[in-house]
């Protein structure tokens, strides 16, 4: 089956430092990923679409200058958070569809993000 | 009104018991629904889509009913490894640009 993969699996940082995630796809091509966020005990929050060769798409309320995604290419997908604050610690986890708009989403295996 | 509705649980049921969650949503335009399953601390991972007609996969059954915007999962003879928080998903429009949206999940512990 489909499978996307995501590094890290968790991270541990200081308020203020930057923290990359990256996701792959790794058997099938993905023009657009999706990152969502999910604080304990709460429901999966979209974030943004990443889009293969163009700007992401965000969510209202979200901050497109902090959390920085690029899709450079058909498998990768990056969301960096910057000058990350303890209220940035959550579950961030991306995802793909592997056959077409309306299959079901394949998730990453998400990161675990706290900022000290 | 929350788009998508669950009851968060726990459901705490003994081994081998059936079980069902209900899930409503609030945009009669909803095209798609899929059931997912999230282990603690993990990513969520798809059980499976709920189809107009209603599916079955080995032990669980999905059921749609577009009149009254609700979705159901049953799950017979109950195994303790099904303890997991079941996700209610929904895709608003056909090919809507995938923005699904998540219920708050149902907690279900299998004891023995």
């Known amino acids: 089956g489909a499978v996307v993969s995501q590094h890290p699996s968790w991270v541990i940082c200081k308020s203020g430092t930057s923290v990359k995630i990256e996701c792959r796809s790794l058997?099938?091509?993905?023009?657009?990923m999706f990152w969502y966020r999910q604080f304990p005990k709460q429901s999966l929050m979209l974030m943004a679409t990443s889009n293969e060769g163009s700007k992401a798409t965000y969510e209202q309320g979200v901050e497109k200058d902090k959390f920085l995604i690029n899709h450079a290419s058909l498998t990768l997908s990056t969301l960096t958070v910057t000058s990350a604050h303890p209220e940035d610690s959550s579950f961030y986890i991306c995802s793909a569809n592997s056959q077409g708009p309306n299959s079901p989403l394949h998730f990453g295996n998400g990161t675990r993000l706290t900022v000290t | 009104r929350k788009e998508v509705e669950q009851d968060p649980g726990p459901f705490n049921v003994p081994e081998g018991a059936t079980v069902a969650f209900n899930c409503t949503y609030s945009?009669?335009?909803?095209?798609?629904f899929f059931w997912y399953r999230q282990d603690c601390r993990k990513e969520p991972k798809l059980l499976m889509s709920v189809y107009s007609s209603g599916n079955e996969d080995g032990r669980f059954t999905a059921q749609l009913n577009r009149a009254s915007q609700y979705i159901s999962l049953l799950i017979r003879d109950s195994k303790l490894s099904d303890s997991a928080t079941y996700l209610c998903v929904v895709r608003p429009f056909t090919g809507g640009g995938n923005k699904l949206t998540f219920g708050t999940g149902t907690q279900l512990k299998v004891e023995l």
């Open positions: 058997d099938f091509q993905a023009t657009t």
């Open positions: 945009n009669s335009a909803s095209q798609s």
